[in-house]
């Protein structure tokens, strides 16, 4: 097709090849082209976070990110984070501390919990709030999700 270009994303473990428009976001890419509807759009203006995917280990807003930016990059979603059945600890923890209310927020909170684990494994309860500045919440009030990503640290910590 005139205009588009041909990305290999590789998204979950899986390669994915697709002709895109240059001006489509990740996260359309991720919901409307390959199904992954669990990472959600809840702003238009960058802000909310809860778009948060892992892009080669590191959390980004999808929704700042051109698909063809991903050309070649590893994503991961939220579909991506069990594993065999088994719950990845970050979703253990949100499970276990109740990190959630209406569980809009809770894709993006989880991918950006593993970015700001990824970068500082012992973090302080203000680190983690620091970090969490990434995502807006409309729900909880964040206690509980600070909480949880204080029982993931524990836990992948050993
Ligand atoms: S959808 Fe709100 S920051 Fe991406
Ligand atoms: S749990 Fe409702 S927005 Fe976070």
Redesign the pocket.
Known sequence: MPGTKTIEVTVNGQIHRAEVEPRLLL?HFLRDVLGLTGT?????????????VLMNGQAV????VLAVQADGAEITTVEGLAQSGQLHPVQEAFWEKHGLQCGFCTPGAMMLAIGILQENPRPTEEEIRHGLNGIICRCTGYQNIVRAVQHAAERMSG
């Open positions: 996260v959600h759009i809840g702003c238009d203006t960058s802000q909310c976070g809860v778009c948060t807003k999808s929704c700042t």
